[in-house]
């Protein structure tokens, strides 16, 4: 019960040692007061005071990577506000104009916290610059760290996948592979991780791998389809049957976060 109450940030439930979105906004109305007084965007207004919060009163050494978080933050309140400015009330415009200046605060905060963080070497940072600002001096921070165990969470190795993915599909599985036995930053996982993994294994012509990851996907909601695959490997029925039975098996083991790269490679690397 005690995991689900530290779940409901929207209802206004603080965790042991951590202070309520209320008891925040109380004695740091500089987190609260820029940021919309209505219902909308909750869940990313939540998450933004929480964040802002945490830097603030934080300082340990993942201080850079709770900025990189909280640019996270952030843009996520944003882009939901950049919506809810779009919703017209006839008798409440006022609300309408509350959210105008929320969304235009969002871009004030964000322009400020990039600033703040342009000689961060932390590696999320250098991504971020140079994936939203174009940064190529970081970038090439970014890529020095390879080798160096700087990316040591599957968050960090998809990131460093995104940036092959033009130009070498097989590291990019490969990367992507040893991301998933790596430890996660989040609970929950991008499914688009097991499309891609499908579709650079398809290309790769490893039938069999990309079945696997296509019977993952479609297990995380993703709609994909998985009849040409099976069309292929359909000349060894068996071969399907165990295909779908080491779905499932990686599947769990993905959830359990006892995943091996060894376990996924169904095909001949050569």
């Known amino acids: 019960m005690k995991k689900l109450l530290c779940l409901m940030p929207l209802l206004l439930v603080a965790c042991k040692g951590e202070p309520s979105l209320s008891d925040i906004c109380t004695d740091n109305a500089e987190f609260c007061t820029d940021l919309n007084a209505d219902g909308w965007c909750r869940h990313e ?10 830097v603030a009163t934080d300082k340990g050494s993942d201080h850079d990577y709770q900025q990189y978080r909280l ?6 309140y944003r882009d939901c506000m950049a ?5 017209v009330h006839k008798n409440l415009k006022e609300r309408q104009s509350d959210r105008g200046t929320a969304y235009i605060n969002s871009l004030v905060a964000l322009k400020a916290l990039e600033a703040e963080t342009k000689n961060s070497s932390e590696p999320h940072l250098l991504y971020y610059r140079y994936t939203r600002l174009g940064d190529d001096e970081a970038l090439q921070q970014f890529l020095a760290l390879e080798g160096s165990g700087a990316f040591n969470t599957l968050e960090l190795k998809a990131m460093l ?3 092959y993915a033009k130009s070498d599909r097989a590291k990019t599985a490969k990367l992507l592979l040893e991301g998933l036995a790596l430890p996660r930053e989040d ?14 294994s398809q290309q790769l012509h490893h039938f069999k791998e990309a079945y696997l990851w296509s019977l993952v996907a479609k297990g995380n909601d993703v709609a994909i389809d998985t009849h040409a695959l099976e069309s292929i490997l359909l000349k060894d029925p ?5 295909i779908q039975e080491k779905a499932e098996e990686v599947a769990s083991a ?11 490679q169904l095909d001949s690397q050569g």
């Open 45 to 54: 207004r939540a998450d933004l005071i929480r964040q802002r919060y945490k």
């Open 71 to 76: 640019l996270r933050s952030t843009e996520d």
């Open 238 to 242: 068996q071969v399907l049957a165990s």
């Open 254 to 264: 993905i959830k359990k976060g006892q995943f091996k790269v060894a376990m996924a």
């Open 161 to 163: 996948a995104g940036y």
């Open 83 to 87: 919506k809810a400015i779009g919703v």
């Open 187 to 200: 609970d929950n996982i991008n499914p688009e991780i097991y499309q891609t993994l499908a579709t650079l």
